[in-house]
């Protein structure tokens, strides 16, 4: 059985922007996709079992399990499967969406750096979170927080772990450290109750991160603190000091100040101009 996703992604965006609905699809398949060029849209996938044959860019690759790919429109590429329990997720966006999504996300806007495509084979621990993502992606009132969620975790790791990066993680327990960071497992822990959480010297944790991740535990913990209040701004009805008391911000004023140098905007203003595009 083949699957032309080029044809199934133009039928479902035309189906949802003609119902004003979204521009944005995800769909499970175990088969394999002719090869097709995304010309307006962007497309993530993961190779949730078996093995595939990867085209692209004129080249043939075996990839297998757990191995995720991020590419940029204009793209061309196509899976075939190497083994019968072949299956991946695929995700694909308009532009239009991502625009909204970096917008959202600045920490994320430079991922591709000069690159037209992302990839990495992740980890057992990073697939089964992100599996458990992408299980949870329902269609249901809250599913653009979940796809936001997804998609915050899923290219955070592609840009730290992107096979043709330089630092690679040494140790388990920094990929650990990073997941739940991006899950926000520690998004109010205090660091010094973070490095207790760990069977390894302070200082070599502390290195390890920098060098896996290019910031101190401090500064990923603070993107990931703003990251979630910018959610909440766009897409619940909390007050702003109640924000900024989820996300962990005992002082008011140290959080407007800090979401601005972030963000270029008060979270009052944030919040107003995604409310704006949304109408």
């Given amino acids: 059985m083949r699957f032309n996703l080029e044809r199934c992604a133009k039928n479902h965006f035309e189906d ?15 088969a394999d996709v002719d090869v097709h060029t995304h010309e307006d849209f962007y497309e993530l996938f993961i190779l949730a079992g078996g093995d595939y044959y ?14 995720v790919y991020f590419f940029k429109p204009g793209q061309s590429h196509g899976i075939y499967r190497a083994t019968p329990q072949s299956v991946h997720f695929s995700f694909f966006a308009k532009k239009s969406f991502f625009n ?34 992408a299980n949870q992606l329902v269609r249901q009132d809250d599913e653009y927080q979940k796809v936001c969620l997804f998609l915050y975790n899923v290219i955070t790791l592609l840009m730290f772990r992107n096979e043709t990066a330089p630092n690679e993680a040494k140790n388990d327990y920094v990929v650990d450290l990073v997941t739940k960071l991006n899950n926000y497992t520690y998004l109010t822990t205090r660091v010094q109750e973070i490095y207790g959480q760990y069977p390894v010297a302070k200082c070599k944790l502390i290195k390890e991160f920098k060098e896996y991740t290019g910031m101190t535990i401090i500064q990923y913990q603070k993107k990931q603190k703003l990251a979630y209040a910018a959610q909440l701004l766009a897409n619940a009805d909390y007050q702003i000091t109640r924000i900024a008391e989820i996300v962990g ?3 008011l004023s140290h959080f407007l100040r800090i979401f601005k140098e972030e963000y ?10 995604r409310q704006s595009k949304r109408d």
């Fill in 16 to 30: 949802h922007v003609l119902r004003k609905e979204k521009d944005y699809d995800y769909v499970w398949c175990a």
């Fill in 54 to 67: 990867h085209y692209y860019n004129g080249e043939e690759k075996r990839i297998g399990r757990n191995t």
């Fill in 100 to 133: 909204r999504f970096f917008e959202e996300n600045p920490f994320l806007r430079n991922c591709f750096g000069r690159k037209d495509c992302l990839s990495c084979r992740l980890t057992d621990v990073e697939y089964a979170y992100i599996y458990k993502l």
């Fill in 249 to 251: 911000f005992d002082s």
């Fill in 264 to 273: 270029t905007m008060t979270p009052k203003e944030y919040r107003k101009s």
